[in-house]
């Protein structure tokens, strides 16, 4: 069966500190797809990526990173300089293609990151 | 281009009341999908529906129905209400192929209290 876990509840780093979330997940697929999502106060999911199974590289967008490491199974993100701006709730998650579970997306329950100025 | 729309933004209900969560998309997309967001546990996915006419069903779809029978809508109907569905609950639409979801866009929720 399919599961995300966030075990970091809440973090709360001073402004410009470098912050990981981490996210770990199971599935026995071997096809799936990673996503994280950030909810900010205002409540709207914000999408930030999507990465499939076969594709195990780092990426990088601005102050966001992304380390997928299949041999642990997990798809950790990191936010470098962090600004007050990030403060928010963020989720990851998981969907693969087993048969009773295509199509479904299945969400951690969360980290919520505090920045202060 | 609205994305994806939900009303009500708010609602109160009754013990026992029944009503309907409205979700309209305008993308095209075939996927789309009803999950709640309780405190500390993340969204979890009620029904979901991979193109008109099909539905199925998610991880908590007890005391929900739902139908798809046009691409751009689908609402969620609650039959009896109780105080455990009271909830923040969120519309989501993407493409889809046999490949897999693609990222999912989400209405702006619906805030339902059930006393």
């Known amino acids: 069966a399919q599961k995300v876990t966030q075990a970091q509840t809440e973090i709360s780093v001073v402004e410009k500190e470098d912050v990981t979330l981490d996210c770990v997940y199971e599935?026995?697929?071997?096809?799936?797809?990673l996503f994280w999502y950030k909810q900010p106060p205002s409540g709207e999911l914000v999408f930030l990526i999507r990465?499939?199974?076969?594709?195990?590289q780092n990426e990088i967008s601005g102050r966001y990173s992304w380390n997928f490491q299949k041999s642990t199974s997990s798809f950790n993100f990191t936010i470098t300089a962090s600004q007050v701006v990030d403060s928010a709730v963020y989720f990851c998650a998981l969907s693969d293609l087993e048969m009773d579970s295509s199509y479904k997306l299945i969400f951690g329950s969360g980290t919520r990151l505090l920045v202060r100025p | 281009n609205a994305g994806v729309t939900q009303t009500p933004k708010f609602q109160v209900l009754k013990t026992g009341q029944s009503m309907t969560l409205q979700c309209a998309q305008d993308m095209n997309h075939e996927y789309m999908s009803w999950y709640r967001q309780d405190p500390g546990m993340g969204l979890r996915l009620i029904h979901y529906s991979v193109g008109a006419g099909i539905t199925d069903q998610g991880e908590v779809p007890n005391g929900y129905n739902v139908s798809r029978s046009t691409t751009e809508d689908f609402p969620l109907r609650l039959l009896s209400a109780a105080p455990s569905q009271t909830s923040v609950y969120f519309c989501?639409?993407?493409?889809?192929?046999?490949?897999?979801?693609?990222?999912?866009?989400f209405g702006p929720g619906t805030r339902l209290t059930v006393t």
């Open positions: 989501a639409s993407s493409l889809v192929k046999r490949t897999g979801l693609y990222e999912q866009y």
């Open positions: 599935t026995r697929d071997t096809t799936y797809y």
């Open positions: 990465r499939n199974s076969f594709d195990e």
